[in-house]
T-cell receptor
Framework: GQQLNQSPQSMFIQEGEDVSMNCTSSSIFNTWLWYKQDPGEGPVLLIALYKAGELTSNGRLTAQFGITRKDSFLNISASIPSDVGIYFCAGQGYGGSQGNLIFGKGTKLSVKP | GAGVSQTPSNKVTEKGKYVELRCDPISGHTALYWYRQSLGQGPEFLIYFQGTGAADDSGLPNDRFFAVRPEGSVSTLKIQRTERGDSAVYLC???????????FGPGTRLTVL
């Protein structure tokens, strides 16, 4: 099935460092979402973006909806050990879809204390 | 309130058997989605319900897969004649409206031996 291009695939960082990951698509989306998934759990919604150019923050997380509507990025500032997990971007509302999400392959984040 | 729940959390079955996976959405959520997540991949869309009807089943891989939502709340994903390639985590998500934010359950890990 169709998936978004998400990078990097994995990151190993020191506690306290900032993190940046991004997602690109050949299709235009009306909504971009960022999820975090821990082992054995379902994805948990972090941030939802609804307008091109929108910049939204949720605590130490900041995400932006690209102007072209084909990309988005997520930044995490001052990382802490509990940030460990897999982060997924997802696009929604493309073409004639009914709201189902298209996901990237994920960015696996590891944080060294 | 309670989140999305899924049962069983794990299911091991033999090739050729029939399985049913259950999803209880967040109370009052009219939209319900099923996704399948293979190891190292993002979730992939299977089917979407708005109320009792399947509004989009374009993600179902073949006719061995079927889902119902008879009363517009609980949904059951049914897989006939299971194959080893069906092994994956099956995720359910619900939303208060079409194109709204989706909240995921913990998933059912299906293993076909």
């Amino acid at each position: 099935g169709q998936q978004l291009n998400q990078s990097p695939q994995s990151m190993f960082i020191q506690e306290g460092e900032d993190v940046s990951m991004n997602c690109t698509s050949s299709s235009i989306f009306n909504t971009w979402l960022w999820y975090k998934q821990d082992p054995g759990e379902g994805p948990v919604l972090l941030i939802a973006l609804y307008k091109a150019g929108e910049l939204t923050s949720n605590g130490r997380l900041t995400a932006q909806f690209g102007i072209t509507r084909k990309d988005s990025f997520l930044n995490i500032s001052a990382s802490i050990p509990s940030d460990v997990g897999i982060y997924f971007c997802a696009g929604q509302g493309y073409g004639g879809s009914q709201g189902n999400l298209i996901f990237g392959k994920g960015t696996k984040l590891s944080v060294k204390p | 309130g309670a989140g999305v729940s899924q049962t069983p959390s794990n299911k091991v079955t033999e090739k050729g058997k029939y399985v049913e996976l259950r999803c209880d959405p967040i109370s009052g959520h009219t939209a319900l989605y099923w996704y399948r997540q293979s190891l190292g991949q993002g979730p992939e869309f299977l089917i979407y319900f708005q109320g009792t009807g399947a509004a989009d089943d374009s993600g179902l891989p073949n006719d061995r897969f079927f889902a119902v939502r008879p009363e517009g709340s609980v949904s059951t994903l049914k897989i006939q004649r299971t194959e080893r390639g069906d092994s994956a985590v099956y995720l359910c998500a619900s939303s208060s409206r079409p194109l709204g934010e989706q909240f995921f359950g913990p998933g059912t890990r299906l293993t076909v031996l």
